[in-house]
């Protein structure tokens, strides 16, 4: 290329070669060299150990390999509770439409409420919720224990002492694999569609 032609002609060549290296990093990502989630590590994910309705005891870093989804609730709950366990009963089909479910991917919730959610309690709601107990885990312990776990994953609640419910944060949070959190659902955000869709992403990651 001769000094002449590149005085005259440096900028574009110059945008041509800057946008060679563009499309091709934007290749890159869109045909998968890049298998990073929309989604980055937010930390890891608290451990803790607590029982499940079959009597069996569930250590969040003991569930390496299986992406989780984590919500805190009660049984009583007249409000938020409800539907958000009816949308993980969602997921829970669309993950077993895709064969995830169980194996890959599993649901816990951690009832905020323990001395009054008793195992036979938790079972009831679990089958309210037409809850297969293979993958999801309805999981109660200690009153001082449960709120220091739901306070290591930024989860608040307090209870009414007129009425006995309880005002709580109303959030599902994703784990992976590698027992690190990914992303919090609120609001619109709790949508089974969705959910399953990121939990099928980092599966497939």
């Known amino acids: 290329m001769s000094g002449a032609f590149w005085r005259k002609h440096w900028y574009k ?5 800057v946008s060679v290296v563009l499309l091709g990093a934007i290749g890159y990502v869109y045909f998968g060299g890049d298998k990073e989630p929309p989604f980055p590590q937010q930390g890891p994910a608290a ?3 607590l029982t499940d309705t079959q009597g069996q005891q569930v250590m969040m870093e003991a569930t390496t390999g299986q992406v ?3 919500y805190f609730f009660f049984a009583n709950c007249p409000d938020v509770c409800p539907p958000t366990s009816h949308m993980l009963s969602r997921v829970q089909d669309r993950l077993k439409e895709k064969g995830a479910f169980g194996e890959k991917a599993q649901i816990f919730q951690v009832t905020i409420d323990p001395e009054r959610d008793t195992v036979d309690n938790l079972n009831i709601y679990a089958s309210n919720m037409n809850a297969d107990l293979s993958g999801w885990r309805f999981l ?6 449960t709120f220091s776990i739901a306070e290591d994953y930024g989860i608040y609640y307090q209870e009414d002492e007129e009425t006995g419910f309880f005002m709580h944060s109303n ?3 994703l784990i992976d694999e590698n027992n690190q959190i990914r992303k ?3 609001g619109d955000d709790l949508n089974d569609e969705l959910v399953a869709d990121d939990i099928m992403k980092l599966i497939n990651s």
């Open 13 to 17: 060549v110059t945008m041509i070669a």
């Open 47 to 49: 451990p803790f150990t």
């Open 68 to 70: 989780k989804l984590l």
């Open 140 to 145: 109660r312990g200690g009153v001082e224990e």
């Open 171 to 173: 959030t599902v949070i």
């Open 184 to 186: 919090r659902y609120n």
